[in-house]
């Protein structure tokens, strides 16, 4: 796996709850390129339940929503916003079991609109949660205006 460099850290502002290691709150999500798919490796605390040692519903959406979004970051080199997103809640997440594992991927192209599949999978490789997001693709003149310069994976020849 290849560790995706964050294309937006070096912009005035940047404060994503999904994806800014310096949030205080946030989730710190870091991403790496696995063949096709984009995963992210997670540790939940007890700060992200709901019930008695289980992760919030929330959580796992919005931790899917993150991954969903950096896959059609990396794939296509541009910004994109979520236009519709269903969620399966398959088995319940423990905050005190270890690390989860999410994997995402393009599943469809219809122009500008990119269907995305992804997976939350606890610590014994069980699958928990998966979700189908749409995403709007804004064209790459538009997110360089926003400041991204290109998403690329540590030692790739483009990084600017």
Known sequence: MKKIINPWSHIEG???YGC????QHGLKMEFYEDG???VSIWNPTSEHQSWLNTLHGGIQATLLDELCGWV???RFQT???TSKMELRYRKPVHTNQGSLTLRASVVEVRRNLVTVEGRLYNA???LCTECSC???LYPQSVAQQMGM???YVEGEDNVK
Request: with cysteine; proline share 4%; net charge negative.
């Open 14 to 16: 940047y404060h994503c």
């Open 20 to 23: 800014d290691p310096n949030h």
């Open 36 to 38: 096709e798919e984009i």
């Open 72 to 74: 059609t970051l990396r």
């Open 79 to 81: 910004a994109s916003v």
């Open 124 to 126: 014994e490789n069980e």
């Open 134 to 136: 749409l995403y709007f």
């Open 149 to 151: 310069k290109g998403c």
